[in-house]
């Protein structure tokens, strides 16, 4: 029996990938042999702190102004399928270094923790392989990356003075691979600076999970304005690297590192939480003005970098690099077998009834047309306990907010109780979306007997990929991941930081 032939897309893809590999690879070894400059490309990932899709101008938010990130979109590729693998800021942060489920990760897979050394991260890799490597701003964390005995920062060095003062410091014969994090949009906000900087509260986009009400508008419009604020910064930076000569070959990344902070959103499993804005440009290699449809993770970003410096992935990373996508050309859906995305999540906060340290562990598969939720303690509380924790407030895994307070102190407005609801209440071990008719992922189909046959195909599809990839709440050891100490102090949010990209 004869073989099918491979499709034309995926022959032409592949020929693009295989012979970027072997540019790189030339590159790099005739620089090494010449003592030239190292023309492997340049990296400079840029992340902001709870940004959720799809607030960004290029997904056509009616509101905010993202002229950088929009910038990026039109000379390189917007995808609209990127999912963080947690909700979490250090879990999510962890996938991204290790190019891995964040369940693989030991105490790594929980909110303030640590990531043992054991697990290689890719600015490491590449600061080993002769790059230039620094961070500014957030970057890996909150946590302790010390307390399971590491000894270099899982981002490389940090730059006190931001891209400009980093770049300065390069050997010139070097690649670099910078880590520009912000601690925008993170809360707390100034209580009505989205006002103030001239967003309109009146035509904002209220999520259909949240209720429309004037404080709930402001809230938004002042999330919107540090969305901004993060643009801004990016903008500078893609300022000086301009100035360098060297943008043609740097891989530039824009990002966040999941929904934001909002009730409902941030920590939770919903698109809110998960879904998150990306754009990728590398004008060397990229196409300009893509629109990819494919499921992302961004666990798939570290072996993408990896490969594109021409050094091998580490077996242990489960991303997926994205230079085939990359490489090849047109939009929409590029690569059939990337129809789907996991995501999951553990302990975020130590929220459930003192003197519990425990989280709400809980996995998902998302599809084109189905989100799939397994909740694996649904006894507990997926926003913390009603009546505090160990860590303070009420519903303490849901950052304070005026639109928190809305749904806590009018709960028993019938007007709002849904919100709240949605919000706050105990969930069912399963939950099932029809994104067709709930693109909001408000109604829980899962024991609806016209969508069983859908929820049993899901069900099975997570188990079999929860299993391949190792995750310990497979193989009953899920306690395991809960063990691990929660090295925040209780009922403290981090300071915001600034990420000082000015030169």
């Excluded at 491979?6 to 032409?12: D, F, I, N, Y």
Aim: net charge negative.
């Amino acid at each position: 029996m004869s073989r099918r032939a491979p499709s034309k897309r995926r022959v032409t893809v592949a020929c693009g990938v295989w012979l970027l590999m072997a540019t790189v690879m030339t590159v790099a070894v005739a620089a090494a042999a010449a003592e030239v400059p190292d023309r492997r490309p340049n990296i400079l990932f840029c992340i902001a702190d709870d940004w959720g899709w799809p607030d960004a101008g290029a997904y056509g938010d009616p509101v905010v102004k993202t002229p950088a990130f929009d910038r990026v979109a039109r000379e390189g590729v917007l995808f609209e399928n990127a999912f963080v693998t947690s909700p979490s800021c250090t879990p999510s942060r962890n996938s991204i270094l290790t190019g891995q489920y964040h369940w693989r990760l030991g105490a790594g897979a929980n909110l303030w923790s640590s990531l043992a050394p054991t697990h290689e991260t890719y600015p490491l890799l590449v600061e080993d392989a002769g790059y230039h490597v620094g961070h500014a701003g957030k970057a890996w964390g909150p946590g302790d990356w010390k307390a399971l005995g590491r000894t270099r920062h899982p981002a490389g060095e940090q730059v006190h003075n931001g891209f400009g003062a980093f770049l300065e410091k390069r050997p010139s014969e070097k690649p670099f691979c910078f880590w520009l994090g912000s601690s925008d949009p993170h809360r707390p906000y100034d209580e009505g600076s989205g006002r103030k900087a001239g967003i309109d509260p009146s035509k904002v986009r209220v999520p259909s999970d949240l209720p429309d009400c004037e404080t709930v508008r402001s809230d938004l419009a002042d999330y919107l304005f540090e969305v901004q604020r993060f643009d801004r910064d990016i903008a500078k930076a893609l300022a000086i690297l301009d100035a360098t000569g060297e943008a043609a070959n740097t891989i530039v990344v824009i990002t966040g590192d999941h929904g934001m902070p909002f009730p409902r959103h941030k920590a939770h499993l919903y698109d809110s939480g998960t879904h998150v804005p990306l754009v990728i440009r590398w004008p060397a290699v990229v196409k300009t003005a893509r629109r990819v449809t494919d499921f992302i993770s961004l666990a798939d970003l570290a072996p993408t970098f990896l490969e594109a410096a021409g050094l091998a992935v580490p077996p242990a990373m489960t991303g997926r690099s994205l230079l085939p996508l990359l490489a090849a050309e047109g939009s929409g859906r590029i690569d059939p077998a990337r129809d789907h995305v996991l995501v999951g999540r553990e302990r975020h906060t130590p929220a459930q009834e003192a003197p519990s340290t425990v989280g709400y562990p809980m996995r998902a598969i998302r599809t084109d047309s189905h989100l799939y939720i397994r909740n694996f303690e649904p006894d507990r509380w997926p926003s913390g306990a009603p009546t505090g924790s160990t860590r303070g407030p009420v519903f303490s895994d849901c950052d304070d907010s005026p639109t928190k307070q809305v749904l806590v102190e009018r709960q028993d407005d019938p007007t709002i109780r849904p919100f709240y609801d949605l919000a706050f209440a105990k969930r069912p071990a399963e939950e099932l979306y029809d994104l067709a008719t709930d693109p909001g992922q408000l109604v829980n189909v899962a024991a609806d007997p016209a969508h069983a046959q859908a929820k049993d195909d899901l069900a099975a599809r997570l188990t079999e990929a929860l299993g391949t990839t190792a995750d310990p709440r497979m193989t009953g050891r899920g306690d395991v991941l809960e063990s691990f100490p929660y090295l925040g102090p209780p009922g403290v949010i981090p300071a915001k930081r600034n990420p000082a990209t000015e030169p």
